[in-house]
Nanobody, 121 residues
Framework: QVQLVESGGGLVQPGGSLRLSCAASERIFVINAMGWYRQAPGKQREFVARITRDSSTNYADSVKDRFTISRDNAKSTVYLQMNSLKPEDTAVYYC???????????????WGQGTQVIVSS
């Protein structure tokens, strides 16, 4: 079973930056798209950013121009560079891969375990 391992979360002051990473625990046959979602306390999980195989990207309006998603296909890793962080960015951040692990498997979503980001002075 493929696992996604996230890292890079932590406590940062408003206006600061963090870089999240998410890597697969083993080789994956094909990764269609990679994305980031977040869930703040008492709220539903929401979309943050997504990047396709050809590196097309889209972002939630709330993070546009502040966050940048990128991927390293050779390492099966997705990144989220977060700049100009605000207290409202505080949440648990989850990565998601839309992937097939083998030639015969079906495309499905794989989720990371989440990494906490706290933006506070």
């Amino acid at each position: 079973q493929v696992q996604l391992v996230e890292s890079g979360g932590g406590l940062v002051q408003p206006g600061g930056s963090l870089r999240l990473s998410c890597a697969a625990s083993e080789r994956i046959f094909v990764i269609n798209a990679m994305g980031w979602y977040r869930q703040a306390p008492g709220k539903q999980r929401e979309f943050v950013a997504r990047i396709t195989r050809d590196s097309s990207t889209n972002y939630a309006d709330s993070v546009k121009d502040r966050f940048t998603i990128s991927r390293d296909n050779a390492k099966s890793t997705v990144y989220l560079q977060m700049n100009s962080l605000k207290p409202e960015d505080t949440a648990v951040y989850y990565c998601k891969f839309e992937a097939k692990t083998t030639l015969l498997s079906t495309m499905r979503d794989y989720w990371g375990q989440g990494t906490q980001v706290i933006v506070s002075s």
